[in-house]
């Protein structure tokens, strides 16, 4: 087995505790409001303008033996530019304020995630970033397409409203062969443990970014009505 094939196999149950959220069920059934989804793209913004930092941050952590992963890491660098601002733009097509978004903070949950990347990098292991590279792009492969799809029919919004989900879920599928391709060189257990690691904490903490959502009204009544 490829340490790639033991990634997927050993995060597959972090993986369904974040598919099964809520809001992703729901949206996937077709439940989706408006607010629900700016809120959504105004998390993705409070991550997402930390990729290219992580990444850089990732790179000068490196141990010599390393030195290796400075190249792949200044290809997905330079791929990962800009798309904090895709963001932004789409929430403009929302009728979203994205200037209030960009000097604003980070819901608990996002702030949470984000510095739980920070602190992997320097403090236990820089090749941890990587569990989180698989958690968000393995994530926008498998739903965001399809994500993107239920959400704008129903709420008839232009196709500008969606150029983060659409094209990064198309970059991902990219990214997600070279991804598997890198990983099968990773030959250290220390650093295939490490990586499984941070990848099942990345499940869960991307998990409660979305649990953090608003649900849309009909889905939260519903929720609501369950009895706890």
């Given at each position: 087995?490829?340490?790639?094939?033991?990634?997927?196999?050993?995060?597959?149950?972090?993986?369904?505790?974040?598919?099964?959220?809520?809001?992703?069920?729901?949206?996937?059934?077709?439940?989706?409001?408006?607010?629900?989804?700016?809120?959504?793209?105004?998390?993705?913004?409070?991550?997402?303008?930390?990729?290219?930092?992580?990444?850089?941050?990732c790179k000068a952590a490196l141990?010599?033996?390393?030195?290796?992963?400075?190249?792949?890491?200044?290809?997905?660098?330079?791929?990962?530019?800009?798309?904090?601002?895709?963001?932004?733009?789409?929430?403009?097509?929302?009728?979203?304020?994205?200037?209030?978004?960009?000097?604003?903070?980070?819901?608990?949950?996002?702030?949470?995630?984000?510095?739980?990347?920070?602190?992997?990098?320097?403090?236990?292991?820089?090749?941890?970033?990587?569990?989180?590279?698989?958690?968000?792009?393995?994530?926008?492969?498998s739903l965001a397409l399809m994500?993107a799809d239920q959400i704008q029919?129903?709420?008839?919004?232009?196709?500008?409203?969606?150029?983060?989900?659409?094209?990064?879920?198309?970059?991902?599928?990219?990214?997600?062969?070279?991804?598997?391709?890198?990983?099968?060189?990773?030959?250290?257990?220390?650093?295939?443990?490490?990586?499984?690691?941070?990848?099942?904490?990345?499940?869960?903490?991307?998990?409660?970014?979305?649990?953090?959502?608003?649900?849309?009204?009909?889905?939260?009544?519903?929720?609501?009505?369950?009895?706890?």
């Amino acid at each position: 087995m490829s340490f790639y094939q033991r990634l997927v196999r050993d995060t597959a149950e972090a993986r369904m505790g974040l598919i099964s959220t809520p809001i992703i069920q729901g949206c996937l059934r077709g439940e989706v409001s408006l607010p629900s989804y700016l809120a959504f793209l105004t998390q993705a913004y409070h991550h997402v303008r930390h990729t290219v930092p992580l990444l850089h941050a990732c790179k000068a952590a490196l141990p010599a033996t390393h030195a290796w992963l400075e190249a792949p890491l200044d290809e997905y660098i330079a791929e990962e530019q800009g798309h904090d601002a895709w963001i932004l733009d789409d929430i403009r097509a929302c009728g979203g304020d994205a200037e209030a978004v960009r000097h604003g903070q980070p819901g608990h949950a996002t702030e949470v995630m984000v510095a739980y990347a920070y602190d992997s990098i320097a403090r236990r292991n820089p090749l941890a970033f990587f569990g989180m590279v698989h958690v968000l792009e393995g994530t926008s492969v498998s739903l965001a397409l399809m994500a993107a799809d239920q959400i704008q029919k129903p709420l008839g919004l232009p196709d500008a409203a969606f150029s983060y989900l659409r094209s990064h879920g198309t970059l991902d599928q990219e990214h997600t062969a070279h991804f598997e391709l890198l990983m099968d060189q990773i030959e250290s257990p220390r650093d295939q443990d490490d990586i499984v690691h941070a990848a099942r904490a990345f499940y869960r903490l991307y998990g409660d970014v979305f649990r953090s959502l608003p649900l849309p009204q009909a889905q939260a009544a519903t929720a609501q009505a369950v009895p706890a």
